[in-house]
């Protein structure tokens, strides 16, 4: 299996959200993304979500769990949810099958820096499976950003690969 790079892009100053454009359309599909922690999120805590080819329908459900803990499952959701506490800097990982005749399955990583610095705080992770109910269309744009608006920090990239 020989992987492609799609797309690679960063977040500006201000940006709410990060939309990777458009891109080739491949069976399997592996995103990678570093999450800067941005400014504007105070103390709130909020979720990474991500959204197929724009659209924004309650066709997506998934099955998630933070550090090792009970799974919660959501249905018929406008956009999937990869890792809680978007306002630390993470780094999240996903893989998709992507083939346009049947649902889009795929699962998440999150790993989430804790709000302290050092060797004395541990990290968050989250694990997260999900699908996108569109049997129709081969996924060809992501977009990520955080449910509450937070702003993202700049040098946040979404990094997308695919393979047939």
Known sequence: MVWEK???VD????????????????QYLIFI???????????GIGSNVFQFNGVTSAS????????????STSTNQGEVR??????????VRGW??????????????STIASNGVGAGNAVQRANAYFK??????????IRYFNDTNATIGTGTNLSVWGSD
């Open 96 to 109: 998709i099958m992507n083939i346009a005749a049947n649902e889009k399955i795929g699962m998440g990583t």
């Open 82 to 91: 990869i890792g809680d506490d978007a306002g630390n800097t993470c780094l």
């Open 132 to 141: 996108w109910a569109d049997t129709s269309n081969q996924i060809t744009s």
């Open 11 to 26: 977040s500006g100053v201000g940006d709410i959200s990060l939309p990777s454009g458009t891109f080739t359309a491949k």
């Open 33 to 43: 993304m570093r999450i800067v922690k941005g400014t504007s999120l105070g103390s």
């Open 60 to 71: 997506y459900a998934w099955r998630y769990n933070d550090d090792g803990g009970a799974d």
């Open 6 to 8: 799609l797309v690679d």
